[in-house]
């Protein structure tokens, strides 16, 4: 298999062979070149190629039914740093250090409700001071991971920003305003107690422990469900309108075209996190504003004819060159860079 | 996220580090500990105890040249480590065709879909055996090459490529007879 002989490999080999799968599920310029000239030079194993294709996107669904995972990593977490700053006080005291937690469900349940209560407290003393917003941030080029007080974690994508209060009651909805582009996954509170995101064009996304994309950039608002429910609520010439979510649901809403409903892969609107862009029949323009918005340059297109031009491309992205370079060859082009502004025209 | 950098920061104590580490790899590590055990609870104490375990010995550790790799280990011997044998999923014959083959059809039929819908997907391929789901796992979900699978999985690499080509033959065997089985629905 290492060397294996693509030639006269069957389905079931080409679906296992390394270079094939990483093909299929993280193409590259020169993957894409060395299979598409494969198929061009022996069309006879066409089915070959179809069948394995079809087999290795199966085999790689398998992830789609848990989803509990992040709620348990969310609440393996809580304990982690419960054991981790119980430690460092014993350590300080010099005194032995033993496992903190047992293995019984009784003990995760009464770690479960001593948090609980602890947090219940807290919110009481610090209700009484009026609590001031906290803002996280990222810069051009940027990305990061923010927990929240409720463990749910936010991954917020380069030019954006979180806003939420010092302190959350526990009875009174959690709320987050959004700007740019995050995703969440949202613990679930005993109590049921919501999670809602706010983004600056007023769009919310009402959550009960669930994972989401928001990206609020531009004219639209775009909303991706990963697992669980959401209710989204916009408002469109001043009347609420309400929609439910279910997984693999694409909802865009911009002031011109009103609401509207997609199914597509979830994990290609979330691949950004892992450093991946996915250009959905993107115009060059709509990449040239990702650049724009993501590492703060000024992209400018010499021809109206050039900018209108379509790709559809799954890439790996350290930098914006790695995006320019993928552009420049699938096109022709030719790009230059002046300081801050970078010109793209045809060759 | 350059790993190597993290791994860095983490063992000089930086908590930030340590969480980045953790939010990144805990939800597949979970997902792998799925196809080792069904018992939750045991792969959430051992997912804290690996994590717990490598803050304790942060100073001492060495840096792993493929972080993920190397967390998938821990948490796999982890698991076979404190694992009540029995509550490992049980290790089925290679040759094994489902006995549940009647109900597998009867919960095909409840589907009832023409085309193969992700929620189909998931149910012909867990019926597959343990060890084939587990292979297939590490290659196609965490995609890691096949002699770190042999590593992981303490097996030589001759037995992941034979149990994944094994598990893609099963497969297009479970898709074909639902496939007749849709014909025969329709016919």
């Known amino acids: ?347 | 996220m350059d790993e190597q950098e993290i791994w860095g920061r983490f063992k000089a104590g930086s908590e930030d580090d340590f969480s980045l580490l953790y939010h990144h790899f805990a939800p597949m590590m979970l997902r792998y500990g799925n196809r080792i055990t069904p018992d939750k609870e045991l792969i959430r104490d051992c997912l804290q105890q690996v994590f717990f375990s490598l803050w304790k010995g942060r100073a001492t550790v060495g840096t792993p040249t493929n972080v993920q790799h190397y967390l998938l280990k821990a948490i796999r011997n982890e698991i076979i480590k404190r694992g009540n044998r029995d509550k490992v999923h049980e290790e089925l014959p290679e040759d094994y065709h489902s006995e549940l083959e009647d109900s597998h059809e009867q919960t095909l039929i409840q589907l009832q879909t023409a085309e193969l819908t992700r929620q189909r997907i998931a149910h012909l391929l867990s019926q597959l055996p343990a060890r084939q789901r587990e292979v297939i796992f590490l290659k196609y979900y965490a995609n890691l090459k096949y002699d770190e699978i042999a590593a992981i999985m303490d097996i030589g690499q001759d037995s992941v490529y034979k149990t994944t080509y094994k598990a893609i033959a099963r497969l297009q065997q479970l898709l074909h007879n639902s496939t007749l089985l849709l014909l025969a629905l329709f016919f």
């Open chain 1, 1 to 347: 298999m290492p060397d294996m002989n693509h030639e006269t490999a069957t389905a079931t080999e080409l679906a296992a062979d390394h270079d094939f799968i990483q093909w299929i599920k993280y193409p590259t310029q020169e993957s894409t070149l060395y299979w598409t000239q494969f198929a061009a030079q022996h069309p006879d194993k066409a089915p070959q190629l179809a069948e394995a294709r079809r087999l290795v996107l199966l085999l790689s669904q398998e992830q789609a039914e848990d989803r509990s995972c992040d709620e348990d990593a969310a609440l393996v977490w809580a304990h982690l740093q419960d054991a981790v700053r119980q430690d460092r006080e014993r350590g300080a005291a010099g005194g032995p250090v033993f496992a903190l937690w047992g293995y019984s469900r009784k003990t995760w349940l009464s770690a479960a409700a001593v948090i609980l209560v602890l947090l219940a407290s807290v919110a009481l003393l610090f209700n009484l001071n009026n609590s001031k917003p906290v803002t996280y941030a990222t810069a051009f080029g940027e990305k990061r991971i923010i927990q929240l007080p409720d463990n749910s974690v936010v991954v917020l994508n380069a030019n954006s920003s979180i806003t939420i209060p010092e302190k959350w009651n526990t009875d009174a909805p959690r709320s987050v305003q959004l700007q740019g582009e995050a995703f969440f996954t949202v613990t679930q509170q005993a109590n049921g107690q919501q999670f809602i995101v706010r983004t600056s064009k007023g769009t919310e996304i009402n959550v009960l422990g669930t994972e989401f994309n928001v990206y609020d950039r531009g004219l639209e608002d775009r909303v991706v469900l990963a697992s669980g429910k959401v209710r989204l609520s916009t408002i469109q010439n001043g009347e609420t309108r309400q929609m439910e979510m279910q997984p693999g649901d694409l909802i865009t809403v911009s002031a011109a075209n009103g609401l509207s409903h997609r199914r597509v892969d979830p994990s290609l609107y979330t691949s950004w996190q892992h450093n991946q862009v996915y250009f959905d029949n993107y115009t060059l323009r709509e990449v040239g504003s990702l650049i724009e918005e993501q590492y703060g340059y000024k992209v400018e297109f010499s021809g109206s004819e050039l900018s209108g031009q379509r790709i559809t491309a799954f890439l790996e992205v350290k930098r914006p060159e790695d995006i320019l370079n993928t552009l420049a060859e699938t096109f022709d082009l030719k790009i230059t860079q002046q300081e801050n502004t970078i010109n793209i025209s045809s060759l």
